[in-house]
């Protein structure tokens, strides 16, 4: 399966715009790009996902490289309830593969 | 009503003994799953299952079964456990088909093997 790239971890402050980077080189045409989110001690979230064009929902926007090898996950306006983990996967089948995500740090 | 539920939340046992973990959803998804997560670490799929004849192997399924017993119902069993499956284990659920196939996932199973 093919696999993620991301930072270990990041930081931002309230109100403030953040770009979480995924790296994924190997990426097929067929895969989908998916992210999710992971509060203090829940089970993942969906967040958004994509295969070429740029995303955009109530939760975030996903930008899309145009040769598909990496993706952003955008979050406008950071809260304090965004710390959280984020997972960039990769779904080529009904299977998402995990990699171990960025922990993302919001300070008032 | 939580969509997806889990139990129990917590379990502690001991090495060698045999442990059910079960998963129940009013979702009325056909798929479901089971994961472990370890500390620091992302998920791993144990298996997965895409209507009640079906049953799939994950990333992880040595030392694990399953079984589908309804549509609404996935439970995982360690036959006999070992310290190592200590973990946290999620259930999932998915419908196939909008919002590219989205994953919910229960609030998890806390599993310490002694």
């Known amino acids: 399966d093919a696999k993620t790239t991301q930072p270990n971890s990041m930081e931002s402050n309230e109100e403030e715009p953040v770009h979480l980077p995924c790296n994924h080189s190997?990426?097929?045409?067929?895969?989908?790009i998916h992210w999710y989110r992971q509060l203090p001690s829940q089970g993942p979230e969906y967040v958004i996902h994509g295969l070429t064009s740029n995303v955009n929902n109530r939760m975030a926007s996903l930008a899309i490289a145009e040769d598909r090898k990496s993706s952003t996950l955008i979050l406008h306006r950071a809260t304090l309830r965004d710390a959280a983990v984020y997972y960039c996967i990769l779904r080529r089948t009904d299977k998402l593969i995990f990699g171990t995500g960025t922990r993302l740090q919001v300070f008032p | 009503d939580a969509d997806v539920t889990q139990t129990p939340r917590n379990r502690i046992t001991k090495t060698g003994k045999r442990i059910m973990l079960e998963c129940s959803q009013t979702?009325?998804?056909?798929?479901m799953y089971w994961y472990r997560q370890d500390p620091g670490l992302g998920l791993r799929l144990i298996y997965y299952s895409f209507d009640v004849k079906d049953i799939n192997k994950g990333e992880i399924s040595d030392g694990y079964s399953v079984s589908r017993q309804a549509q609404a119902k996935f439970s995982l069993s360690l036959e006999s456990a070992i310290p190592n499956q200590t973990a946290l284990y999620f259930c999932?659920?998915?419908?196939?088909?909008?919002?590219?196939?989205?994953?919910?996932f229960g609030p998890g199973t806390r599993l310490t093997v002694l």
């Open positions: 999932a659920t998915s419908g196939g088909s909008g919002r590219g196939n989205e994953q919910f």
């Open positions: 190997t990426i097929s045409g067929t895969d989908y």
């Open positions: 979702k009325g998804h056909d798929r």
